[in-house]
């Protein structure tokens, strides 16, 4: 018997993953701003505060690195906290809770300890925050050694990403996209897990390598529907995990595909692109390269407010198609 | 501010130059206008003069070398101005022989690739590894790539085509753009146009009279040589001009939007050259006398043999003779000069006796075949061109009505 398919968006992907641990384990509870009665500047929380009462949803002062403080001791103390940022940007400020301490607990006291705690970032432009509330932050986060950084695409990724980040022992670092919260997607009504550092290709083919992220796999795909009308057919690798890196997956491909071009909204320049590159350079994909790498990443600016530059100030579908047909025909 | 000397672009469809020869050397005082250099393109060479006056600095390219349109070449300095290194550090190879296999999807004529001062090519990883796995040198593999880089598919190309025999007591002579692009064109038109061919004899009796007898009467120039001397080729080109003004239907070429009716008729003549051959094309000859297209022809024959035509000079028409007659060759078929329509194979005036009023008669025939593109010219369209043909070098007084 097969069930019907069943529909969630982006954000209520997550809030059912939070529901779901919630209920499965008491030690967890959710900490942010305005994320209780408020339901979350991007409704995510929505009604969890009623559900689990304030004990477990707790809405925190505007001090994240007060919060961040908060969530690494009592992660420390057994419990499993998940903490929202507002928006990934104010990282920033509580980047010595995470880098500092949560990252390096485990290995400083000889893997006596472990820091278990989630925090959840909404991340990326497009929605006319300008340049302080639109970055993608997640290479940032994905450069330190102990956390692990996933970046889901989909609402059914949302889920299964989030779980097995609630279950890591370690600290894990959730890039949400803003721009993803209202897409629609199956999402099966079980807890299922998907695992961290495991890459999905969610387009098979055989001329070019896209590997790309969180909101640029749909552009990537997009780029490589088009494409395939004129004959050139595009792999599209969904990363999922950036740390850590499934380096095999993209090896493999590109050594089918001989072609690899990076897709991301993080800044072009010591971006995730240019690990991957050289990740490919360093490889046995080398050998089997037949083009140029190709990144498509941020502009080297601060995100700018007027739409129509902030459209252009990270990639969009046409200029995918063209970079990647270009690749693809040995024009670069 | 220096002046850039770069290398134009003297032709519609021409990505790359040669540099043929340098008239001046690195510090060399140049006037405005003053001879820098010949290029040469796949079809002809040219002279490139000074844009200013002033010293010549920072040639970056060798003799030999191939070097893409806009590209400077060199800088001419003023007084005073001091010279940058950073580009006369950079001097560009000159150019190794080349096999070239386009790149088939590619919308841009394969570059001619250019070693580096190394001595290493341009090559993609999987180039290098696939040409290392099969035992071919980089060096005999032409990229298609931006910059003449060499891809995966320029090997596999190289690969795939059989391997030339080197066997004792052959050579294999390099070629040049002119040969490359006859080979592509002609690949081409026999391959793709829709040839047929129409032959007919035609009496040369009266031409030659009328012939002899303009010449005999040419005026005299100051040097009291006669200002015109006619050939048979100048009636022929006069008389394909005549019958493609009367049958105008004829004057077209097949183009992808429709067939393209030309409102003058243009008419290429082929001129053997070393190595190859051009085709300038005498423009609207049939409002132009005998004497005219002659002293034309000359003068564009003499040039094309010495590879100085202009591309205006060999570009458009609807037609091309190719005359054969001076070899003693009696009839032949040519294959049409794309996008020409049509071709006129010019055999040699041949005595032969023919069968007038039941007598054999000793008369002078020419053989002409022409060969039509039947996607433009139609099997009656291209029979009354060269009955047309005929009748102007049967009765070439009438090319005087």
């Known amino acids: 018997m097969n069930a019907p398919i069943r529909e969630l968006t982006y954000a209520q992907a997550i809030q059912e993953a939070l529901a779901t641990a919630m209920e499965a384990d008491e030690r967890i509870f959710l900490m942010g701003e305005d994320i209780g009665v408020y339901g979350g500047a991007f409704q995510v929380t929505g009604d969890l505060v009623h559900r689990f009462g304030e004990d477990r949803v707790m809405d925190t002062p505007i001090s994240e690195l007060g919060a961040a403080g908060i969530a690494v001791g009592a992660a420390l103390a057994g419990s499993r906290p998940i903490l929202e940022f507002q928006f990934s940007d104010f990282a920033t400020l509580a980047m010595e809770q995470i880098v500092n301490q949560a990252a390096k607990m485990r290995f400083m006291l000889g893997g006596k300890v472990s820091v278990p705690l989630v925090m959840r970032f909404p991340s990326g432009s497009g929605t006319g925050a300008a340049a302080q509330h639109s970055q993608s932050l997640e290479a940032w986060l994905a450069h330190v050694p102990g956390l692990k950084v996933v970046q889901p695409s989909t609402p059914h990724d949302a889920k299964g990403l989030l779980l097995a980040a609630i279950d890591d022992p370690d600290p894990v670092m959730v890039f949400e996209h803003k721009l993803l919260y209202k897409m629609k997607g199956e999402v099966p009504e079980e807890a299922y897990r998907i695992p961290i550092g495991k890459a999905v290709v969610r387009r098979e083919g055989r001329h070019v390598t896209i590997v790309a992220t969180s909101i640029m796999v749909h552009r990537a795909l997009e780029a490589a529907e088009v494409l395939a009308g004129e004959g050139i057919e595009a792999e599209v690798i969904d990363l999922r995990t950036l740390r850590p890196l499934d380096t095999a997956t993209i090896i493999e491909s590109v050594k089918k595909t001989t072609r690899l071009a990076c897709v991301y909204e993080g800044v072009k320049t010591l971006g995730i692109g240019a690990e991957i590159s050289a990740l490919i350079a360093e490889s046995e994909a080398f050998d089997y390269l037949d083009a140029p790498i190709l990144r498509l990443g941020g502009v080297d600016s601060p995100i700018p407010y007027n739409p129509t530059l902030e459209k252009a100030a990270v990639p969009q579908t046409p200029g995918i198609i063209e970079q990647v047909r270009n690749l693809a025909k040995g024009r670069i | ?401």
């Open chain 2, 1 to 401: 501010m220096p002046v850039e000397v770069i290398l134009p672009k003297v032709d519609m469809d021409m990505a790359t130059g040669k540099i043929a020869k340098w008239h001046v050397k690195e510090g060399d005082a140049v006037k405005k206008g003053a001879l820098l250099f010949e290029i040469e393109t796949d079809k002809a060479s040219m002279e490139i003069d000074a844009s200013s006056d002033g010293i010549i600095r920072n040639i970056t390219a060798v003799e030999g070398a191939i070097v893409p349109v806009g590209q400077a070449v060199a800088m001419i300095y003023q007084d005073g101005e001091t010279v940058s290194a950073s580009i006369a550090a950079q001097p560009l190879p000159p150019v190794k022989p080349i096999t070239p296999a386009p790149r088939p999807d590619a919308e841009q004529p394969a570059v001619i690739p250019a070693a580096s001062a190394s001595g290493r090519f341009p090559a993609t990883p999987l180039a290098r590894r696939l040409a290392r796995e099969s035992g071919i040198a980089l060096e005999s593999i032409a990229g298609s790539g931006p910059r003449g880089r060499i891809a995966a598919i320029d090997v596999r190309g190289a690969l795939a085509r059989p391997a030339v025999p080197q066997r004792e007591g052959t050579d294999l002579i390099s070629v040049d753009g002119m040969r490359r692009t006859i080979a592509q064109r002609l690949t081409l038109s026999k391959q793709t146009i829709p040839h047929f061919y129409l032959t007919v004899n035609c009496d040369l009796t009266r031409l030659s009279e009328i012939r002899e007898r303009l010449n005999a009467h040419a005026p005299r120039d100051a040097q009291k040589l006669p200002v015109w001397k006619l050939s048979i080729n100048d009636f022929i080109i006069k008389a394909m001009a005549s019958a493609l003004n009367q049958v105008s239907d004829a004057n077209v070429i097949w183009a992808d939007e429709g067939i393209l009716k030309h409102h003058s008729c243009d008419v290429g003549v082929a001129v053997a050259v070393k190595g190859g051959l051009f085709t300038p094309v005498v423009r609207a000859a049939e409002t132009k006398s005998l004497s005219q297209i002659s002293k034309e022809m000359r003068d564009l024959a003499g040039r094309a043999r010495a590879r100085k035509l202009l591309p205006a000079e060999y570009q458009g028409g609807t037609t091309t003779i190719s005359n054969l007659g001076m070899y003693g060759i009696e009839q032949f078929t040519a294959i049409i000069n794309p996008p020409h329509a049509t071709i006129l194979a010019v055999g040699a005036g041949i005595e032969r006796f023919i069968p007038i009023k039941g007598q054999p008669v000793l008369r002078t025939q020419m053989t002409c075949t022409l060969s039509c593109d039947h996607r433009a010219v139609d099997g009656a369209v291209g029979a009354q061109l060269l009955a047309a043909f005929r009748t102007f070098i049967e009765e070439p007084a009438l090319m005087l009505a």
